[in-house]
């Protein structure tokens, strides 16, 4: 993995000189042990960072701390870093466990924020399943007094230049209309869709479409249950992605194959730790269609799961933190680049 040099960044933080303009959005998909933090650089350097992992050491009972010591927060600061950086533009939080949006106060500490788009407050339902949920949203609701305040409703864009971000879902809504070029019957749905694991937060997550010229990137977050199907099925409204994060780091309750057979990833990426998402359904639906390569954070040590192969997985075990990393051109094709061994794989147009 390249990084500026410690003098140069400084000299460029003094005199405010802007490196050359990419040709790429590039996207990483940042180590985080099983929460998420999604980092996207658009091509003249704009950012849009989507969730921030955990507070602290990196648990759900962990407290936002020195920023210094902050596991997630640091490894976010290196991938803006990397990346050239020097302030998060827009940040966006699918929902408000823990994995997700703990490291926002130490973030902010490390790099200026300035717009904060999420959605409405958990419910008190919410602090009973997960404790603490409170305490870190009213932390983030002082925190994001600071900047500018977006809540988006599904079908509204979001402000990235030279991207077109839809959202999908929030709150629980999802659209009520089909994109452009979707709406088509979806004739892989079955049933009603696996069932959420967690059905307070998780189903509220807000979900995002990216495009840049013909590349589609879907994120939805932790949805899952009813409104991720709604998406879908029976119509697909949503249309189709190259990439895909699987919902809920790659747990059962993302592993729909009626899902991927509408979206039609080319790569789908599990933003798993080593001992959370990364289940076995999951594994066989993607397995199951062999136009899908799967891509994993980690290599879980979960029981009777067979992980992809090495080379598709960033971190082998909890010694590193590397990230993956996907640079989209605007023709829609890609490639992904695994910061473990620094080996990058191609996906034509």
Known sequence: MKRLAGGLLAMLMLTGAASPAASTLDIYFIDVEGGQATLMVTPAGESFLIDAGFPGDGTFASKPGDPAKARDAQRILAAARDAG?????????????????????ELAQLLPIRHFIDHDAPSAEAEVIVPGTM????????LRASGTHTEPKPGDRLPLGGVDVVVLASAGDILTAPLTGAGQPNPACTGSGETAQEKTE?????????????????NVGDLSGAPLFAL???????????????????????????????????????????????QARTFATIRGIRTIDG?????????????????????????????????????????????????????PR
């Open 232 to 278: 879908t099925c029976p119509t697909n409204l949503i249309g189709t992605a190259q990439l895909y994060l699987i919902a809920h780091h790659g747990g059962n309750d993302g592993a729909d194959p009626s899902l991927f057979a509408a979206v039609k990833p080319r790569v789908a990426i599990m933003n798993n730790g080593p001992r959370k998402g990364a």
């Open 202 to 218: 998780n189903q509220r997550s807000t979900a995002i479409r990216v495009q840049f010229g013909a590349f589609r990137f879907l």
């Open 135 to 142: 305490a870190l949203y009213d932390a983030y609701v002082a």
């Open 295 to 347: 891509w994993q954070l980690h290599r879980s040590d979960n029981a009777n799961i067979e992980n992809f192969a090495d080379a598709r997985i960033a971190n082998l075990d909890e010694n590193t933190s590397a990230w993956l990393k996907v640079s989209a051109s605007l023709d829609g094709s890609f490639t992904v680049t695994n910061g473990r061994t620094g080996h990058s794989t191609a996906y």
């Open 85 to 105: 950086v020097r302030q998060i533009d827009h940040l966006m939080l699918t929902h408000y466990h823990a994995d997700h949006m703990g490291g926002v106060i």
